[in-house]
T-cell receptor, first 113, second 116 residues
């Protein structure tokens, strides 16, 4: 039962343009969302997060948008850089269980120079 | 570098053997999580432990898998009588608190298990 879904397995973007990675969820109890970035042969690293009380959080080139009514969040990277090429995982945590983070299947971003 | 340390990075086992994966959390972290990533899939929660306690093992297969986090030493994920379907990357993560404001987990580089 996939409660966090990333329907695009891959995305290719030209350097300098915007990258938009999407994530959908099904559990209305989710109240905290995170994006992780993963390079090959490394563990995921935290990128940015957003609480359900907000609809936007920005950190430098990275912005996460949350649409609770649509149960959808997105990560915008602008401008995209070749070093951003990695797999991006969306994750969510439920307000009734802080222990468990649910991850999507990831989107592989390729930023072309 | 006081990051999350996992070993071995690569482990090859034949069907029926045992696999032991070790994880040392970041300094000061007392909460450990194990996740499994199957090929072409996302990270699947397996178990959450604090020192000497299993808090949530709802993601652990009912048989052959066990985890511990003793008072001294690393956390161990043990897989008995491995089968080919156990081949995956196993990631350990740690956090200082179960319900931190950031909710950030710090991941190790993973242990890749291959079952022949």
């Amino acid at each position: 039962d996939q409660q966090v879904k990333q329907n695009s397995p891959s995305l290719s973007v030209q350097e300098g343009r915007i990258s938009i990675l999407n994530c959908d969820y099904t559990n209305s109890m989710f109240d905290y969302f995170l994006w992780y970035k993963k390079y090959p042969a490394e563990g995921p690293t935290f990128l940015i997060s957003i609480s359900s009380i907000k609809d936007k959080n920005e950190d430098g080139r990275f912005t996460v948008f949350l649409n609770k009514s649509a149960k959808h969040l997105s990560l915008h990277i602008v401008p995209s850089q070749p070093g951003d090429s990695a797999v991006y995982f969306c994750a969510a945590r439920s307000r009734d269980n802080f222990n468990k983070f649910y991850f999507g299947s990831g989107t592989k971003l390729n930023v072309k120079p | 570098n006081a990051g999350v340390m996992q070993n071995p990075r690569h482990l090859v086992r034949r069907r029926g053997q045992e696999a032991r994966l070790r994880c040392s959390p970041m300094k000061g972290h007392s909460h450990v999580y194990w996740y499994r990533q199957l090929p072409e899939e996302g990270l699947k929660f397996m178990v959450y432990l604090q020192k000497e306690n299993i808090i949530d093992e709802s993601g652990m297969p009912k048989e052959r898998f066990s985890a511990e986090f003793p008072k001294e030493g690393p956390s161990i994920l043990r897989i008995q009588q491995v089968v080919r379907g156990d081949s995956a990357a196993y990631f350990c993560a740690s956090s200082p608190l179960a319900s931190t404001n950031t909710g950030e987990l710090f991941f190790g580089e993973g242990s890749r298990l291959t079952v022949l």
